[in-house]
């Protein structure tokens, strides 16, 4: 596989998020108590365990831009967490769910609808191979497949 490294959501923005209780929309955070499966948190890019406090709010995502822009609901741990900072790693919260959608986009922010695939987050490997591969390829977004949330950025390194 290619070298590549998935991208929390910036440190600066989790802590803004957590000082100020407002998402990127400027609409108050939803706080809400691990009671279960899921509550990936884009910051460390680990799942929230049972009891945790979690933040629920509105992410601007960064890339893409243009018409493929879009916000996502994302989780945040309530306390501070460690960025993810590993290369040729796969995110834990990828792995960990049970569907995703890996989404390509080329050098102008243009989806690559030929290397778009779903699957589940512990057999996402040889897809993700394949998109980063592709010469075409700038970046990856990984997303929740059901509700289309955003688990991690993925860049070519």
Same mark, same amino acid.
């Given at each position: 596989?290619?070298?590549?490294r998935c991208?929390?959501i @910036?440190?600066?923005?989790?802590?803004?998020?957590?000082? $100020?209780?407002?998402?990127?929309r400027?609409?108050?955070l939803?706080?809400? $108590?691990?009671?279960?499966p899921?509550?990936?948190?884009?910051h460390?890019l680990? =799942?929230g365990? @049972?009891?945790e406090e979690?933040?629920?709010g509105?992410?601007d995502l960064p890339?893409?831009?243009?018409?493929?822009?879009?916000?996502?609901?994302?989780?945040?741990?309530?306390?501070?967490c460690a960025?993810?900072?590993?290369?040729?790693? $796969?995110a834990? $919260?990828?792995?960990?769910?049970?569907?995703?959608?890996?989404?390509?986009y080329d050098?102008?922010?243009?989806?690559?609808?030929?290397l778009?695939?779903?699957s589940?987050?512990?057999?996402?490997?040889?897809i993700?191979?394949?998109?980063?591969?592709?010469?075409?390829?700038?970046?990856?977004?990984?997303?929740?497949?059901? @509700?289309?949330?955003?688990?991690?950025?993925?860049?070519? =390194?």
């Amino acid at each position: 596989m290619p070298r590549f490294r998935c991208l929390p959501i @910036p440190t600066a923005t989790a802590e803004a998020w957590r000082a $100020i209780g407002r998402d990127d929309r400027g609409a108050p955070l939803h706080r809400r $108590i691990v009671d279960g499966p899921g509550f990936p948190c884009r910051h460390c890019l680990r =799942l929230g365990q @049972p009891g945790e406090e979690m933040l629920l709010g509105s992410y601007d995502l960064p890339h893409p831009q243009g018409v493929y822009w879009t916000p996502s609901p994302i989780f945040l741990h309530a306390r501070g967490c460690a960025a993810f900072d590993a290369a040729d790693e $796969i995110a834990p $919260i990828v792995l960990a769910n049970g569907i995703v959608s890996v989404r390509s986009y080329d050098a102008q922010e243009m989806c690559l609808y030929d290397l778009g695939a779903v699957s589940e987050g512990k057999d996402v490997a040889p897809i993700l191979d394949r998109a980063l591969a592709d010469p075409r390829t700038r970046f990856v977004n990984i997303h929740t497949a059901r @509700p289309g949330c955003l688990l991690t950025a993925v860049e070519k =390194l």
